[in-house]
């Protein structure tokens, strides 16, 4: 996590569209059809090749491969993990719940998409997890060195994401542990050796974890707060036992409450969870602030600042919409993070989200993608010409 740079860097949050084809492979896959293994792996290979370099022109800095050989940011561990079977039932988020009329719109629009659902066919934990993934982590990580290197990207300058032991916790219902808290200690133990693969590759970590602000308006709506609170700060705990040894300044965070067009009248305010979110032993946070309900939420940082070592990845680029942000908008957003923040030489530019984070579940077509990673470059320029000379 660079500090003290003499410009703005780009990055952005992870998931980019996928190939038409690719995404088809991973929706049939996902929904428990057969998928010839080869296929699926050329098909994602090839996407990776070719996302590295459309990054890189667009104007990102630090670049990822896309995720497109997961079919979700979270899913893709089923094949990952043992201990996996059975169903999980994933509830409605309390904002859709509250406006039928809009709901009934929404789940229109999605019911001929082909996509990787992210409420059907999903597991539970029906015995002991365990992490079997280390030959497909490592696969992973060998294809997306090899994309940069074809790309001509700089060393070290890429990350890769997985997920937090709470997302996973939270769509995976747990059918076997004695208790929430003896399943979380199993995956994030299970999902250290995700963290580590990524982080001996030479990459950035990036830990997902939306279940921090998410789940208040899914699986804990209808409990008090308090109780959700300390959902968070076990989830919390469990990430920083378990990165403990690895290296903080090369881990970021990312939280958000949902990468849907939806109202958002529900999310817990930032100010209730920042407390328990700032006690992660990390390098950095990618938190959302183009989102219209959580935008003017930056100013928190005045009064609960960042740990003198910390940097924030600002999301200012909406990832659900197809307006594409004017470069001043993205460079005026910036200047007002970086006065709440009080040091630009701490603060990047990123993404609200990913842009794809289930396979076809994307909003925002490809070619308006592309353009938005092109204005935040061009927006962070313009933001550091002003901030840093």
């Known amino acids: 996590m660079p500090q003290g740079e003499d410009r703005i860097r780009t990055t952005h949050t992870g998931s980019l569209p996928r190939p038409r084809a690719l995404t088809r492979l991973h929706a049939r896959r996902a929904r428990g059809e057969a998928v010839d293994a080869a296929e699926l792996a050329a098909a994602s290979r090839a996407a990776v090749q070719a996302i590295v370099p459309k990054q890189l022109a667009a104007g990102i800095d630090i670049p990822n491969d896309g995720e497109q050989g997961r079919e979700s940011f979270v899913l893709y561990l089923r094949d990952r993990l043992t201990g996996l079977g059975g169903a999980s039932a994933r509830g409605g988020f309390a904002d859709i719940e509250a406006y039928p009329e809009f709901k009934a719109e929404m789940q229109a629009g999605l019911a001929n998409r082909e996509a990787a659902s992210v409420t059907s066919n999903l597991p539970a934990a029906i015995a002991p997890v365990d992490y079997v993934g280390a030959d497909a982590m490592r696969a992973e990580c060998a294809e997306f060195r090899n994309a940069l290197a074809a790309a001509g990207a700089a060393d070290g300058a890429a990350f890769m994401a997985a997920p937090s032991p709470g997302i996973v916790a939270a769509i995976v219902q747990n059918r076997h542990y004695d208790s929430d808290a003896a399943y979380l200690a199993a995956l994030a133990a299970a999902l250290r050796h995700e963290y580590a693969a990524i982080l001996d590759a030479g990459f950035t970590l990036q830990i997902d974890c939306p279940d921090l602000a998410l789940e208040r308006h899914g699986a804990w709506q209808d409990r008090p707060l308090s109780d959700f609170l300390g959902f968070c700060e076990g989830v919390v705990a469990a990430i920083n036992t378990v990165i403990a040894d690895l290296p903080k300044q090369r881990i970021r965070m990312h939280v958000c409450w949902g990468n849907y067009e939806a109202p958002h009248d529900h999310d817990v305010p930032f100010a209730e969870i920042w407390p328990v979110i700032r006690q992660a032993r990390v390098g950095g946070f990618v938190l959302p602030f183009a989102n219209p309900r959580h935008a003017h939420e930056h100013r928190i940082f005045r009064d609960a600042p960042l740990a003198d070592d910390q940097v924030l990845v ?9 307006f594409v942000e004017h470069p001043e908008v993205v460079a005026e957003r910036l200047e ?28 925002v077509a490809p070619d308006v993608v592309w353009a938005k990673l092109r204005s935040l470059a061009e927006g962070a320029r313009i933001a550091s010409d002003r901030l840093l000379g």
């Open 336 to 363: 007002r993070i970086a006065q709440s923040l009080g040091d630009p030489s701490r603060l990047m530019a990123g993404t609200d989200c990913g842009f794809d984070t289930s396979a076809g579940r994307g909003r």
């Open 314 to 322: 600002a999301g200012v680029i909406d990832t659900t919409t197809n």
